[in-house]
């Protein structure tokens, strides 16, 4: 018979339908649409065929035609038992899971946390385009600044080809130097504020910083003198949803001065700095502002460079010396120390100013490296201790689970296939806890962010290279985990384990003993570790900073308004204010600082931090004067601002012996103001005790007071302060009444060593708890395995202190070993951090002692209480059956 | 109670496999309504009406021998059971009953 040949339907369409169909359908259904296919064909082109062919196979991917799952797969069947073995396992031994679960839960969160915190520390800065090629100038001297001409940065464009774009910038400052808030208002919809956040920028500060326009161009916008940029969110305060470009804004008191030329978004919170407005220098230089400061001898402004892309920022470095001198009219001296290196302008890269850079007028507070650090390390402790306790655990309870190997065995189970079976159980539990830790992070975000004062979201967990890490760590730990057990069991024969193989010790003693030893080692260095930082933050919160800062209240006010002078007055009236001083600058602020030197002496030049006062001020601030007297009133050249107080460092630095009535020069920039020393005061912490104590130079000028120190009666101090608040408008009706107390503002300096130590201690009482309990799960299994020999220690005579110190004695042992490693770990880590410091406590070996009863005691009474059922029961009760 | 109803594909699917007594067999089935209804049907529809039907037992089915246009596969022909006859008639006598009923009114304003 001579057959036609057929054609062949696609093979993939038939390859792939084979894969899901049911065995029994198949035959059918590949003939029908074998047949189907026969038939378009004739009809059709072979594509257009074969197209029919595989819409009408993917057809059949419906319920009836697709194989069930596990239908015949032994491996399916194999998992679904092994399922059911893990869950009643966890159910039958309820604690042991829940302390599994829990403590590997606490560590991924804390891991999760900590990551997410790490991440968006060192994220700041890194949304600016380009922001690898962006640098800050900083000026390096012995006491460095962030601060450098405004000059500068123009120049540096036109003399090198590397330099793309700079600009640069100025925060508004107030007189001395305080970040200043300015008056502005929306004349029509009357609306008004106290602006903070203003700075003064170059037209090119979009080349540089890539901030999107929301309205406007706010390129030409800083072309054009007396505009102003807004924020996003500052534009909708002051015009609602009106479109703000083209209306007017009255600038501290000038009505509708500036013309609102642009909007931009907001700066992102990890942005270095954040500003409200921004106004060009074009403005001021338009304004005939002849003023030094815009002069390359004034290092007052902050300069950013954009370098072409691959350039080595450090080689580039190294051009300026021979280059600034062109500019710099400085003496030979000076220069020469350029050149050496002694002074040096420094590039820092945008990116690592939030976390490296920590020097003189940043524009907001920093983050610290060395925190940072401190946290990582932990969380990296904390999962270490979870993962050895789950590990541990999980090979302790091998020995327990004997029997049940055996019977697998013998019913023919592969050695593979008890591996996998112990894989599977694990790898369940650390996948479970996986997921309940992120419930748990989901829940616990807000309560973690108000703790650390932190700013990181849940979201941010949800990244690639996040869930890879954990995954990786959940599949390694449960690797680990089961592997040791399930080798150990595989090596016995089924027969003997049936036989009744009774394991007289549980194997992998000394791993697990050294395990305990690491998890120790690790909880004692972080329990020692938070010891130390507790003293030395206590001790920075607690010293005595030379003046008092209680009971102080911090108004603002307006040196330039005449009026100032009749609060004071109107103030001192209030029976519950015990004094007022009005000062350009209030301690644990910002200071500008000059020049002086000693009239005879002028090649010994010293830079003091600059404070204008009033006469009160050693009352008020209860600092101690030295010699000589404080500022008055009543002196004609102490109100003419010729009479100078300084601090103890000042006249140390400056080597004056007998300094009252010297002569002595203030170089306020190019004006050299000539005067008399009048007093000394005792040194005090006018900046954080992050630093040390400068020189200082106290005079008077009154109009460039900024704020007014109120000492008042602490009792009844709500009432003081409506009176007080009261008695300012009645002066000032016009003005915002805004205040602070000092030692907020001080507590302020340390919010980062606050929240570094409520987290430290956190994590240190977490890491001592997980190893504690993981000692306890294995002691328990271990006394299990030795209730024979006590019961017969007893019935010889062993009385139940003698029996509780052979328990304990291994352990305390290899605590005791622990702490021997931990303590110098810990002592050298801690000394490195707390070189950090300007003024450090040292090193309190109570912290060591404390740390070592602590964990001898938390590990004995763990054991004792552990054992104590056991020591306590009938002996024969557990020797009567064998 | 699984098994009593029977859907309108369903139904058109069981007087097909009647139709074409004793050929009835997936591809042919389809054309058969191709041609009769002028709806489109995949294969596996009609496939997976088959199954549900066969597993309501109103059909039953046995492998027939493999042709040469099939590639030598065998098809399953199809016949209908006494239940697949009686829920056909259940259905006709049911669709009747009710026709009947409709007064002759309410067809002749249509």
């Given at each position: 018979m001579g057959l036609q040949p057929t054609y062949e339907p696609p093979k993939m369409a038939v390859k792939l339908l084979s894969l899901v169909c049911k065995n029994d359908l198949f035959e059918e259904i590949e003939g029908d649409l074998?047949?189907?296919?026969?038939?378009k064909r004739k009809e059709k082109s072979k594509p257009v065929a074969n197209l029919y062919y595989w819409f009408h196979m993917l057809n059949f991917l419906r319920p009836f035609a697709i194989k069930k799952l596990g239908q015949n797969s032994n491996t399916i069947i194999m998992c679904r038992s092994y399922f059911k073995f893990t869950w009643r396992g966890m159910l039958r031994q309820k604690l042991q899971t829940s302390f599994h679960l829990l403590g590997l839960i606490v560590a991924f969160c804390v891991c999760g946390f900590i990551y997410s915190h790490i991440k968006y520390e060192s994220s700041y800065d890194s949304f600016l385009d380009n922001a690898d090629d962006i640098y800050r100038v900083a000026w390096m001297?012995?006491?460095?600044?962030?601060?450098?001409?405004?000059?500068?940065?123009?120049?540096?464009?036109?003399?090198?080809?590397?330099?793309?774009?700079?600009?640069?910038?100025?925060?508004?400052?107030?007189?001395?130097?305080?970040?200043?808030?300015?008056?502005?208002?929306?004349?029509?919809?009357?609306?008004?504020?106290?602006?903070?956040?203003?700075?003064?920028?170059?037209?090119?500060?979009?080349?540089?910083?890539?901030?999107?326009?929301?309205?406007?161009?706010?390129?030409?916008?800083?072309?054009?003198?007396?505009?102003?940029?807004?924020?996003?969110?500052?534009?909708?305060?002051?015009?609602?949803?009106?479109?703000?470009?083209?209306?007017?804004?009255?600038?501290?008191?000038?009505?509708?001065?500036?013309?609102v030329a642009a909007v931009i978004e907001d700066a992102p919170k990890n942005s270095h700095f954040h500003y409200n407005f921004l106004i060009s220098y074009v403005t001021l230089k338009s304004l005939q502002f002849n003023d030094p400061w815009m002069s390359w001898d004034d290092f007052g402004h902050f300069n950013y460079l954009k370098l072409a892309p691959g350039t080595d920022a450090k080689a580039f470095e190294a051009k300026i010396p021979d280059w600034a001198p062109k500019y710099l009219d400085w003496g030979e001296e000076s220069l020469a120390s350029l050149k050496a290196g002694d002074l040096k302008f420094e590039l820092q890269p945008v990116q690592s100013i939030h976390l490296h850079s920590n020097i003189r007028w940043e524009l907001e507070a920093n983050g610290s490296y060395s925190y940072l650090l401190i946290y990582g390390i932990?969380?990296?402790?904390?999962?270490?201790?979870?993962?050895?306790?789950?590990?541990?655990?999980?090979?302790?309870?091998?020995?327990?689970?004997?029997?049940?190997?055996?019977?697998?065995?013998?019913?023919?189970?592969?050695?593979?296939?008890?591996?996998?079976?112990?894989?599977?159980?694990?790898?369940?539990?650390?996948?479970?806890?996986?997921?309940?830790?992120?419930?748990?992070?989901?829940?616990?975000?807000?309560?973690?962010?108000?703790?650390?004062?932190g700013n990181i979201s849940f979201a941010d967990l949800y990244q690639t290279d996040v869930i890879l890490l954990l995954l990786s760590i959940t599949i390694v730990t449960a690797l680990l985990s089961a592997i040791y057990p399930s080798f150990y069991l595989n090596s016995f024969e089924a027969g003997q384990i049936l036989k009744g193989l009774k394991l007289s010790k549980l194997g992998g003693n000394n791993v697990r003993n050294g395990l305990l030893a690491v998890q120790l080692i690790a909880a004692i260095v972080m329990i020692s570790g938070s010891l130390v930082i507790k003293h030395q933050i206590t001790f920075l919160k607690e010293?005595?900073?030379?003046?008092?800062?209680?009971?102080?209240?911090?108004?603002?006010?307006?040196?330039?308004?005449?009026?100032t002078k009749l609060v004071k007055t109107e103030l001192l009236k209030n029976s519950a204010v015990t004094g007022a001083t009005a000062v350009s600058n209030i301690p644990g602020g910002q200071f500008n600082q000059h020049p002086i030197y000693a009239e005879n002496n002028p090649s010994e030049r010293v830079d003091a931090s600059e404070m204008f006062v009033d006469d009160d001020v050693a009352e008020v601030l209860g600092l101690k004067v030295l010699e000589g007297r404080m500022l008055s009133k009543a002196y004609a050249a102490d109100s003419a601002g010729r009479s100078f107080v300084l601090n103890q460092s000042a006249i140390n630095q400056l080597n004056l012996t007998d300094p009252i009535g010297k002569q002595l020069v203030w170089e306020d920039n190019e004006n050299l103001v000539k005067g008399t020393i009048v007093g000394t005061v005792e040194d005090f912490h006018f900046r954080s005790?992050?630093?040390?104590?400068?020189?200082?130079?106290?005079?008077?000028?009154?109009?460039?007071?900024?704020?007014?120190?109120?000492?008042?009666?602490?009792?009844?101090?709500?009432?003081?302060?409506?009176?007080?608040?009261?008695?300012?408008?009645?002066?000032?009706?016009?003005?915002?009444?805004?205040?602070?107390?000092?030692?907020?503002?001080i507590q302020d300096l340390y919010k980062e060593e606050s929240r570094t130590l409520t987290l430290i201690t956190l994590l240190s009482a977490i890491s001592i708890l997980l190893a504690c309990g993981g000692l306890l799960g294995i002691i328990s299994i271990v006394i299990k395995q030795r209730v024979k020999e006590i019961s017969i220690r007893k019935i010889m005579g062993a009385s139940a202190s003698q029996i509780l110190w052979l328990m304990n004695f291994k352990y305390l042992l290899i605590a005791g070993i622990s702490l021997l490693i931990a303590v110098p770990v810990s002592v050298y880590f801690m000394k490195d951090w707390l070189s950090n410091f300007t003024y450090q406590i040292g090193i309190d070996?109570?912290?060591?002692?404390?740390?070592?009863?602590?964990?001898?005691?938390?590990?004995?009474?763990?054991?004792?209480?552990?054992?104590m059922k056991t020591v306590k029961s009938n002996p024969v009760n557990a020797l009567r059956s064998e | 109670m699984k098994g009593t109803q029977l859907g309108e594909f369903e139904e058109l699917v069981l007087l097909v496999v009647g139709v074409l007594f004793p050929e009835a067999y997936g591809l042919n089935i389809r054309e058969e309504i191709i041609n009769q209804t002028k709806r489109k049907v995949a294969i596996g529809a009609v496939h997976s009406a088959l199954s549900r039907l066969d597993e309501k037992g109103f059909l039953e089915s046995e492998l027939a021998e493999g042709t040469h246009e099939r590639g030598g596969r065998r098809k399953r022909l199809f016949k209908i059971t006494a239940s697949g006859k009686q829920a056909l008639e259940k259905n006709h006598e049911l669709r009747n009953s009710l026709f009947s009923q409709i007064p002759e009114m309410a067809l002749k304003i249509v």
């Open positions: 074998y047949e189907y296919y026969q038939g001297n012995e006491n460095p600044q962030t601060r450098t001409p405004h000059p500068m940065a123009q120049a540096l464009v036109n003399d090198f080809p590397e330099v793309i774009d700079a600009v640069s910038i100025s925060p508004i400052y107030g007189p001395g130097l305080t970040k200043t808030t300015i008056p502005l208002r929306n004349e029509k919809r009357e609306v008004g504020f106290n602006e903070p956040n203003g700075y003064f920028a170059d037209s090119t500060f979009f080349d540089v910083f890539s901030f999107k326009a929301v309205e406007g161009n706010p390129d030409k916008a800083l072309r054009k003198p007396f505009g102003i940029i807004l924020s996003e969110s500052m534009a909708k305060r002051y015009f609602g949803d009106e479109e703000a470009v083209g209306q007017m804004l009255s600038f501290m008191g000038n009505p509708d001065m500036l013309e932990s969380a990296l402790f904390i999962l270490l201790i979870s993962i050895i306790n789950f590990v541990n655990l999980n090979t302790a309870k091998a020995a327990q689970r004997l029997k049940e190997v055996g019977v697998k065995k013998t019913l023919g189970a592969y050695k593979s296939q008890v591996f996998s079976q112990f894989i599977f159980e694990a790898l369940f539990t650390t996948f479970l806890a996986l997921v309940l830790s992120f419930v748990a992070m989901y829940m616990l975000e807000a309560p973690f962010n108000q703790l650390v004062n010293k005595d900073l030379g003046f008092k800062q209680d009971n102080l209240m911090v108004l603002e006010v307006d040196g330039y308004d005449p009026r005790l992050h630093e040390p104590i400068r020189p200082m130079i106290m005079l008077m000028q009154p109009l460039n007071s900024n704020f007014m120190l109120v000492k008042v009666n602490p009792t009844d101090l709500s009432q003081t302060i409506s009176k007080i608040e009261a008695d300012y408008k009645e002066v000032i009706a016009d003005g915002q009444f805004s205040y602070q107390f000092l030692d907020t503002e070996p109570l912290a060591y002692v404390l740390t070592a009863i602590a964990v001898l005691f938390l590990i004995g009474f763990t054991i004792t209480l552990i054992s | -």
